[in-house]
Every structure is written in C-alpha cells, then in structure tokens.
Nanobody
C-alpha cells in the first residue's frame, strides 16, 4: 500500500491550500482516511479524519471552521482544503489510511510540507 500526498507549498497568512492524497495497493472505500501534521520541534498531531462514506468527519479544535476534509469520487482519495491559514499551521502534513484504533492508522504517506509565512 502506498499513500502519495501532494499540494503543499508556501503561502501567506490568510491564504489557502488544498492537499490531496491518493492510495494505491488496496481500497479504503469502507475505511477511514486522515490527515496528521508534525510542526517543527513538536510531536505529530491529528488534524482530521473521514470515513469512506463521506460521513463521520472529525477535526481537531484548532482547525475547525478553517479546514475541510473530503473524499474523492474514487474514494481512495482524500483532500484537505485549508483556508485562513496561520503560521502555526506550518508543518509537514501526512496522509494516513486504514484505521486500527482511535486516531491510529496502519498506512502512512511521506508527507507534504506546508509553510505559512507571517
């Protein structure tokens, strides 16, 4: 199984980015996919998750109202629309799939860098 994330980049405070992640090697139609992030000097943290049905969406408090997670028509894809970005959103964003526990996932992508300048 491989997860390939893309869409990161450099953006100014208040800007927007859309992250994409595509899974290959197995299907996650009936499973969860999620986004995590690791900021410089900090531990990895959960950002958001979504079931293959498009339901059961969860966000961490710091991104509620600014980030939107969604699944593609081909549900082995997951997106993260990020708006009103803040410098504290700067991190490497990781795509994950195949939930094995609360905010625990079996498969991980390599990550995509998001940098928000002040």
């Amino acid at each position: 199984v491989q997860l390939q994330a893309s869409g990161g980049g450099l953006v100014q405070t208040g800007g927007s980015l859309r992250l994409s992640c595509v899974a290959s090697g197995r299907t996650f139609t009936r499973d969860y996919m999620a986004w995590f992030r690791r900021a410089p000097g900090k531990e990895r943290e959960f950002v958001s998750s979504i079931h293959g049905s498009g339901n059961y969406i969860v966000y961490t408090d710091s991104v509620k109202g600014r980030f939107t997670i969604s699944r593609g028509n081909a549900t082995d894809m997951v997106y993260l629309q990020m708006s009103n970005l803040k410098p504290e959103d700067t991190a490497i964003y990781y795509c994950a799939a195949g939930r094995i526990g609360v905010r625990e996932y079996r498969y991980w992508g390599l990550g995509t860098q998001v940098t928000v300048s002040s």
